[in-house]
Structure formats: C-alpha cells, structure tokens
C-alpha cells in the first residue's frame, strides 16, 4: 500500500510540474541582534577557510543609488571559490566552471534581527553541472561550504525549506560556441573579443562584478589542458533587485558565472552560464514580474553574446 501511496504522489508532482528532488538552494540561519556578524566577518571565516574571494558588494548601496530604496535591511552579493576543488572538478566536466565562484547572499530583513546566507546545496550544484552528487570532490566542497557556515553564523542552522523545485522550462545551461580565426595570436585575438563582449554587455545595463582567470590557476597547478579558460561575474541590478524582494535567497545564482575557455590544438571556444530557468525552477518563482525580469535579461544576454562572437 505505501509503495502504491508513493507512486500516485510522485505523479502527482509531475502532473503538476513539481519534481520531489531536494532543495537545489540552501539557507544558513542565525540570530545577529548584538549586530557582530557582518559582510567583513563572513568574507574573514571563508578566507581563513582558504577560499579566494572574487567579490563582496553590498547592494543595499547600489540599491540606494539605482531606485532610492533598498528591499532588506543588509543585502550582500558574495562570490568565492576553491581553487583545488575546482581544479579536480573542472578534469570531470568543464561545466563545473559555473560555480567557480560560487555565488551567495547574506542578508536581513527589515524588523528582524537574523541574518541569513544563501548558497547551491549538493544537489543544486550536480543538477547545474551534471557531475553526480555522489562524486567525492564535490561532497567534500559542499561540506567546506557548510562548514565554513558554521563558523561565520555561530549557532546557525539551516532552515528547512517549504517550497519545491517546479520543473524547469528551458535549458539549465546557456551555451555557445565560435572558431578563433587564428589571424593573430591567441591572446590578441581573445582580448579583442573579450572587450567587446565587455563593452556590449555593460552597455545594455550588465555589471561585470569579477574576473577571474581560472587556466593560469590550473597551470600554476599543472593542468596545462587549455589555451585559456576565463570565468567572469556577471549580473542586472534591475534583475536581482526585483527578484530579492520575494526571494532574497536569489543571491545563490547572481552574480550568474560565465565561462570561456579553449583547449589546446582547437580553434573552437565554448562559452556557457546558468540560464534564469535555474532562478525559475529552484526558487519556485511564479510572480509575474520576477520572471519578467529575468526573461528580458536572458533574451538580452543571448543576443549580445551572439552579436560579439559573429
């Protein structure tokens, strides 16, 4: 009877377009009323964990400047990474690319004294990049992540999370792909593309929140298998300003990472970032203008990467 039970339920959930599969985000909760716990001591607990920080902007002040009112009390973007873990990871697919850095945001309401840091749970990292949730690099990261939480939000825990993940609407990962002409040198030729993909994704409103250069850090390693392989920062202040309102934990995906790299002896350069269907599917998002927002940038970001690699 149980057996039966639990099949009509998981069809249910299909039927209606929920998956049973656990929280792709996670939710580390503690009480901050003495005010001790800040952006500088939660960046301090990951970099005595070994971290490298890629960035720590606290958006209330962007929030401020940009609409003249802020959703949260605190509201921080926070992106770091481990370069050995990525490292052993990025050998299994290039896609572990996408969080490297991983993204995060701490935050507080207005009127409550916890303070609260979102991030990618186990599962939500192997559902974006496809290695298995029983891979062990990946189980020790996400237990560093963890870990590193317990320390920075002393007397935490993590909150259980009410919402299912719906089922995704489009592709998890946005991909592309061109030949390097081969005109020039390698590095000439990339810079070039590189400033004009800057260029025209800053002109349609994006912010290049960091830059980090992952293929030196794998050659400083020993991993000499690409020509280049760059991950970039990148996010909307419209987006994540209208989606925060409802959904602080947002921060989990934004700053979004975009990858290129290129192996050596192709001329081919793949490129890839996690598509807003993510936001859509592991917040459960259905309010119409946070996935207004977040459809209008996609659309956006698709267009400008395809006009700069033509």
Request: net charge negative; aromatic share 10%.
């Amino acid at each position: 009877m149980n057996s039966i039970i639990k099949g009509l339920v998981i069809t249910l959930l299909l039927i209606t377009g929920v998956t049973a599969s656990a929280a792709d985000v996670q939710i580390y909760t503690t009480d901050n009323s003495k005010g001790k716990i800040t952006g500088d001591t939660i960046e301090k607990a990951f970099a005595d964990a070994g971290f490298s920080i890629s960035g720590n902007n606290d958006m209330n002040v962007a929030f401020n400047s940009k609409f003249k009112k802020t959703n949260h009390k605190m509201y921080h973007l926070f992106t770091v990474y481990k370069k050995e873990f990525v490292l052993e990871l990025i050998k299994v697919t290039p896609k572990s690319a996408l969080f490297a850095p991983l993204s995060m945001s701490f935050y507080m309401d207005k009127g409550s004294n916890d303070i609260s840091v979102s991030s990618l749970s186990l599962d939500g990292m192997a559902k974006i990049t496809g290695v298995p949730a029983t891979n062990k690099h990946l189980i020790e990261y996400s237990k560093l992540v963890k870990d590193t939480l317990a320390k920075a939000l002393p007397n935490g825990h993590f909150e259980k999370i009410e919402k299912n993940v719906l089922k995704a609407e489009g592709d998890l990962v946005t991909k592309f792909s061109f030949e390097m002409e081969g005109e020039e040198s390698i590095e000439d030729e990339l810079e070039g593309i590189q400033e004009e993909l800057e260029g025209s994704l800053e002109t349609v409103g994006f912010v290049i929140a960091g830059y980090n250069k992952l293929g030196d850090e794998f050659k400083e390693s020993g991993y000499d298998k690409y020509d280049f392989f760059d991950a970039y920062s990148i996010c909307k202040l419209p987006v994540i300003f209208e989606v925060s309102k409802t959904h602080p934990e947002a921060g989990a995906f934004a700053p979004c990472t975009f990858y290129m790299y290129k192996e050596k002896g192709s001329n081919d350069v793949s490129m890839a970032y996690p598509s807003v269907h993510n936001w859509v599917s592991s917040l459960a998002i259905e309010d119409k203008p946070s996935k207004k927002v977040l459809l209008d940038a996609e659309k956006l970001m698709i267009d400008v990467v395809n006009e700069a690699t033509e």
